[in-house]
């Protein structure tokens, strides 16, 4: 260790009482930067991985719409996938019909319904049991129908894998009769990407949905998801545009415009993020620069010693200097463990959001930008203590020596 | 995402702005319900200012409304321009609104007899708990909650942001705290040969960490004023700022007596147990030791 090393440390454990504190406030600020910029970059990067789970990187949805989030259908679907599954530069397509139907006798009265094609799907991933039957695949119209659930579908209802129950649609209040209805059977159980954890849900294949909702969804679906033969982002953009001019009747949406949608509506939090981590960086300088300051005003005539023994002007500052690095690093490496703690604790917090995907994050931990954040906030402590450091290499020798020793 | 189930649909709009001249508003009573009556031959729909400003359009002019995008559809007239109300849960989303008909919407929607829900209003007396269970008695197909229970489930968005609001207020307040903490044990550390000059005077201990403590006080009062205000400008900024940026008279920053109070305690109670800890270090440090000799 170098002397001005030995010399810096010695300064910092002088006052261990006050060192202590100032490592604490650069910990909880440096804790708070790391948060913010989690949150920043978080919510896009979740939802980026979210959209990309199964590879699909274009939604195509009802006309103006958003995918799920109106009621809307596209009718004339069978064409529209006909023609996206024609085109060489798509490699999938998956059509998806959601609606919500009725569960006559089960604790609860209705289950939201995914109409999918199971080879193509990317809703779900099957995590016990058996997948719904491929597309052509042919049953018997009596045959109970395989369905696969999500998990609080089967705590809520009761049920296990194996059972069967009644779905139906066309629901008449005043008859108490129901225009349709199919025996289903609880085949197997996925974790579906996009609904909430806590929303029952159950996936049954599109055909059937169709058949189920009658004539007027016997062509329809909610949305239909695609997958670029090349992944880079000029061949997805040239697909989508592909798509928009071609589909009058529906949008395209790519995963970024998708990602700056969202980011669009849940902008509040990273403005918040943003103002909170100035805020952070700010109380970090103040911090180490009014210790600094205030360290060396102490300690004038001992700097006015080390001066007039031969010191050069350049160590006076570089040994000032170390003190509000160490300071900073010392707090840097505490808020990093603390910032991970409150993130978790955060993100906690805010995944109570209702209608939240249950594989979406707020805080995501992303080593770049964590890094930066907190280089940041080294570069912003040790610049906070730059000016008493060259106050300090600058105090006229004689007079601090004798105000030292007159008092 | 979730399958909503409000009356939203994919509406195409092509704006006829009407070149006829501005009709008058037709007010509320062109929306009341039209069982019994004949409907007009050209309906009316009330949209939301922000679609008024955005499209350009007035009480008056024509438009066309459709169920399906691609469609002719109808043409309506909009009889009234209204504010949304300052909904959280709606904040961000930037979509625009209309009212219609009940029976104008079935119809554009081809539903026929159909709603998502509707309210049920129990003569005085009536407990709410029975209605609700004699109608869920009789429920095929729906179920009925109270406003009560609907309402706690829709704000629970809102109960979220408080929630984290809180969670980050906390750090932010240990933060500070902290900041205030080291400020003020340097502030009184720095006046060592002051008090030292006291103590050698013939000052008691016991004054002497007084004053500090009544110093130490009234910084932390009038630090707390001053953080007062620019918390109260910077909850204007924000509120200007966000109040643009999502179109609404929502309230994102506010600065309430019970803030200022709970702000002024807490650092009034930090500030005193800052200064009667340096002081009391400083006091039990001999005077001379405390000069440097």
Redesign the interface.
């Known amino acids: 260790m170098s002397m001005r090393t030995t010399l810096a440390l010695a300064t910092l454990r002088r006052h261990p009482a006050r060192t202590m504190l100032a490592v604490l406030g650069i910990a909880v600020a440096a804790a708070l930067l790391l948060d913010m910029v989690m949150l920043a970059t978080g919510m896009s990067e979740s939802f980026r991985s979210l959209l990309l789970t199964r590879g699909y990187q274009l939604r195509v949805s009802p006309k103006g719409t958003l995918p799920f989030d109106s009621e809307a259908t596209i009718d004339g679907a069978t064409a529209i996938v006909q023609a996206l599954r024609a085109n060489p530069d798509i490699k999938a397509v998956s059509p998806s019909l959601g609606t919500t139907l009725a569960l006559p006798g089960q604790t609860f009265p209705s289950v939201f319904t995914l109409g999918l094609e199971s080879d193509v799907q990317g809703d779900y991933v099957l995590e016990a049991g058996r997948d719904m039957p491929v597309t052509g695949d042919s049953l018997s119209p009596t045959a109970p129908l395989p369905a696969v659930v999500s998990k609080s579908f089967l705590v809520r209802s009761g049920r296990q894998l194996g059972d069967t129950l009644t779905v139906a649609a066309g629901i008449d209040a005043q008859l108490r009769t129901t225009a349709r209805s199919r025996l289903v059977v609880l085949s197997g159980e996925g974790r579906f990407f996009y609904v909430p954890a806590e929303t029952p849900v159950m996936a049954l294949p599109l055909r059937d949905v169709r058949t189920l909702l009658g004539a007027a969804y016997r062509d329809r679906m909610s949305l239909a998801m695609a997958e670029s033969r090349r992944g880079d982002s000029v061949s997805v953009e040239a697909v989508r545009a592909w798509i928009a001019a071609s589909q009058p009747r529906v949008t395209a949406i790519s995963t970024e415009t998708a990602i700056r949608q969202v980011e669009e509506r849940l902008s509040y939090f990273r403005q918040l993020a943003f103002v909170l981590g100035a805020i952070s960086l700010g109380i970090g300088f103040l911090l180490v620069a009014t210790l600094v300051t205030l360290s060396v005003n102490e300690r004038r005539g001992e700097i006015a010693v080390l001066r007039a023994i031969g010191t050069q002007k350049g160590g006076v500052l570089r040994q000032v200097f170390l003190e509000g690095l160490l300071l900073s690093s010392a707090g840097i490496a505490g808020g990093l463990l603390l910032g991970i703690v409150t993130a978790r604790w955060l993100n906690g917090i805010l995944r109570d959001f209702p209608g939240l995907p249950a594989a979406f994050d707020f805080f995501l931990w992303s080593p770049e930008a964590a890094w930066k954040s907190l280089a940041l906030l080294l570069i912003s402590g040790t610049l906070a203590g730059l000016l008493p450091a060259w106050r300090a290499a600058s105090i006229p020798i004689v007079r601090s020596l004798r105000e030292d020793a007159v008092g | 995402?979730?399958?909503?189930?409000c009356c939203?649909?994919?509406?195409?709009i092509a704006v006829v702005l009407s070149s006829a001249g501005s009709l008058a508003a037709q007010g509320d009573s062109a929306l009341s319900p039209t069982y019994g009556r004949v409907a007009p031959a050209q309906r009316g729909i009330a949209i939301d200012a922000r679609m008024a400003e955005d499209f350009g359009l007035r009480p008056g002019s024509r438009v066309r409304l459709s169920g399906?995008?691609?469609t002719f559809g109808d043409t309506v007239e909009v009889a009234a321009v209204f504010q949304r109300k300052a909904d959280p849960a709606e904040?961000?989303?930037?979509e625009y609104r209309i009212r219609t008909h009940l029976d104008h919407l079935q119809e554009l929607l081809?539903l026929d007899d159909r709603v998502d829900r509707f309210a049920v209003g129990v003569r005085a007396g009536v407990p709410v708990d029975s209605a609700v269970a004699r109608i869920n008695h009789v429920?095929?197909?729906?179920?009925a909650h109270k406003s009560g229970d609907v309402a706690v489930?829709s704000s629970?968005?809102f109960r979220?942001v408080e929630?984290?609001h809180r969670?980050?207020g906390l750090?932010?307040v240990?933060?500070?705290a902290?900041?205030l903490?080291?400020?003020l044990?340097?502030s009184v550390?720095?006046r060592r040969?002051d008090i030292a000059a006291l103590r050698l005077m013939g000052i008691s201990q016991g004054t002497i960490i007084r004053s500090i403590v009544i110093e130490a006080a009234v910084v932390s009062v009038i630090g707390s004023i001053i953080g007062a205000g620019i918390g109260w400008v910077s909850s204007l900024i924000v509120n200007a700022h966000?109040q643009q940026?999502y179109r609404t008279p929502l309230l994102?920053a506010l600065l309430t007596p019970e803030i200022f109070a709970f702000a002024t305690l807490t650092s009034l109670v930090l500030g005193i147990g800052a200064g009667a800890v340096a002081a009391w270090r400083l006091v039990r440090t001999p005077p001379l030791t405390l000069?440097?000799r």
């Open positions: 995402m979730t399958f909503r189930t939203r649909v994919a509406v195409a399906s995008p691609g904040v961000a989303r930037r081809g429920a095929f197909g729906f179920r489930q629970r968005t979220v929630r984290f969670a980050i750090i932010t240990v933060a500070s902290v900041f903490l080291c400020l044990l340097l550390e720095e040969r966000f940026v994102f000069l440097g």
